[in-house]
């Protein structure tokens, strides 16, 4: 995985484990991405989940490949 993903995986998986749906209902950060525990986990944490997503995303397009990610 690129540096680039990986700071962001770190930055999420951070943001995950403070989140109420892993301190408060004791899920695990797998659980808390499901649907039903949506309203548990903060928006920060939605908007790390797309930016990790998208990251993964130019590591296959092969446009992104020459021009790299983008990192913010």
């Known amino acids: 995985m690129?540096?680039?993903c990986k700071e962001i995986r770190q930055?999420?998986?951070e943001c995950m484990l403070k989140s109420d749906?892993?301190?408060k209902k004791r899920n695990t950060v797998k659980e808390c991405f499901k649907e039903e525990h949506k309203d548990e986990?903060?928006?920060e944490c939605h908007s790390i989940r797309k930016s990790f997503?998208?990251?993964k995303r130019g590591m296959?397009?092969?446009r992104m490949?020459?021009?790299g990610n983008k990192t913010q």
Do not use: M
């Open 65 to 67: 490949r020459f021009r």
């Open 11 to 13: 930055e999420l998986i």
């Open 60 to 62: 296959i397009d092969p």
């Open 2 to 4: 690129p540096s680039s």
């Open 21 to 23: 749906c892993v301190l």
């Open 41 to 43: 986990v903060p928006n």
């Open 53 to 55: 997503a998208e990251c």
